[in-house]
Structures are given as C-alpha cells and as structure tokens.
C-alpha cells in the first residue's frame, strides 16, 4: 500500500486548498512514476481560479492544479524503455486517445477525448508523484536545470506557432503581444532564424523585456492613432518592407485587423491568443493577398522535443521567462500572487514536495 502525498487542489472557483491525495500507483507498463521538481504557472490556471472555467471546460469538481512540470523519475512500468530511474524530464502534460480520428491524422492536440493536466476533470502536477506515459517525457540534458524544464511547456507553444508559420532564415515576423505566449513565441521565430522580430504592444515595461526575447525592434501602439498608422509604423521598423508571418498572442482584434493588413501577399498569419470570440477583420485581403491563416493550439508531436533542443543548445534562455518563485508550501501565496499582479509576473515557478 502507498501513502499520501499533498496536492494543490483548486477546490472551487476562487479557492484553492492543501489536500492529502493518495500517491498513484503504476498501472500501465508503459507509464513511468516522477517525483515533480519544478512546476510553472501558467496564465490557464489563474483563469480557473478566477473564473472556474475556459470556454467548454468547467470545474465541477476539485482538481489538482499544474501543468508546466519537470522532474526525475523515480519508478517505471514493466515495458519501458525510454526513460530509466534517475532521468530528469520534462513532462507533457497532455495525453490524447489513441482512438480519435485527429491523433490518427497526425494532430493529436486537437484530440477530443485529450487527458490534459490541470483542465477539468484531469488533475494537475502539483504534487509529489505524477503518473506519465514513457514517450511523453522529454529527457534534460544535465545542463539543463529543473527551472528550465518547467519552462518547456510555454516555450513549446512557441514553437508550434513558429512550426505552423514555417518561420525560416531570413523572414520577417511581427509578434502581438508581449505576454509569456509573446515573448516565447518570438523567442522562437528568432531561434529558427527570423531577420527581424517586431513586437507589437500596449505595456512598455512589457516590451522592454522582449529584447531578451529576440526582438530586433519593438512598437507601442498606444502611440499612433489608427490601426493603419500602426500597419505604417511596423513597416518602418522592416526598412519599408511586409512581415511574411504575423503571430498574434493577443486575440485583440485591432492586432488581428492590423496583422491581415500588415502582411506581405502569400504571408502566413497565425492566431495563438484568445480573446473575443466574434472579431471583424479585413477578410477580403485574405483572398487578395493568397493569405494562410491558421490557428495554433497547445503543442503536437516533437514540439517538445525542439523546445528542449533550444534551450540545451542556448538559442533561447527561458531563464529571462522565470521572474517569481515560491516554495511549494507557499503554493496558494504563488497563484494569489498571480491572480493580483499579472503583468508584472512572466512566469511564476513552484517547487515540487521534498
Ligand atoms: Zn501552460
């Protein structure tokens, strides 16, 4: 028999709780046990606690939060050959059905029946043990500390985004916002060899920190007037010249209006933020100019593994992402914190139970 082991428990909307959890036990032979070390917080877990729901998926009973985890592993189920005992990794925190005609046609995030870490009904890593299937872990280089692997799941988005975009050598990229998903989403486009990454903004401290993020130039649009000065202003930061790709992190719809209106014929737009649900925007240039749009959802099959490649190989520092942390007592102090001071906070990690 094994014991109990604390868990963070969002308990409902507005409260969240220390509870005993009973320590999971290995029941597929595929799956692998890990002590969690590190685990990021991210901007999803604030909106449960703050609104108890994201779109389809509502709390209805307690869950434990976490989902940008790393650690080591500490058992593996008979049929593993991935990983051994002692492997640092970064945990995936998704895990599609096997079954769905999505996985089968190659884009297993957008799985139906995907058991997500930390999204209703499925608990969350912030706890001692977590239970994850071999291939879903990603091993860290000895380099690479447990901070840094937490910081892969918010890079990984990123680079799907990047992935999505065909972001290249040579091509000019505009970046909208420049919150955690901004800032790694043009992190990413520098890494994969992006000429220019302009970010575009309403914070300047926000901006600020995208130099460390690969911007060659930054713009606030508070300052201009019309979304067409805004279209003419992130042309003079490309010596005159379109973005081929435009990434918006913001779901703001002056972004979106200016990102189609910015962009180069044959260029591709990506939408990673959400914000309102209906928008107007310029559909007919899409037509005109052969635009691609495209949407960006979580990470798919080696987005992990190329945002762990990045940072082992130091073309992105996640460590500039890391601006608070906590202990894991102080785990319910960390989202508090969160939940009050979001723009100054980049990312927020909690260390895992000794
Ligand atoms: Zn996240």
Redesign the pocket.
Known sequence: MTGTHKAVVLQKKGQIGFEDRPEPEISDSHYVKIHVKKTGI?G?DIHYYTHGSIGSFVLEKPMILG??SSGVVVEVGEDVSLVKVGDRVAIEPGVPSRYSDETKAGHYNLCPHMAFAATPPYDGTLVKYYLAPEDFLVKLPDHVSFEEGACV??LAVGVHANRLAETSFGKKVVVFGAGPVGLVTGAVASAFGASDVVYVDVVESKLERTKQFGATSTINSTKYKSEDELVTAIKSELDGEQPEIAIDCTGAEICIRTAIKVLKAGGSYVQVGMGKDDVNFPIGMVGGKELRILGSFRYYFNDYKIAVKLISEGKVNVKNMITHTFKFDEAIKAYDFNADHGSEVVKTIIDGPE
Do not use: A, L, R, V
């Open positions: 991210c999803s989902h940008e799941e918010p």
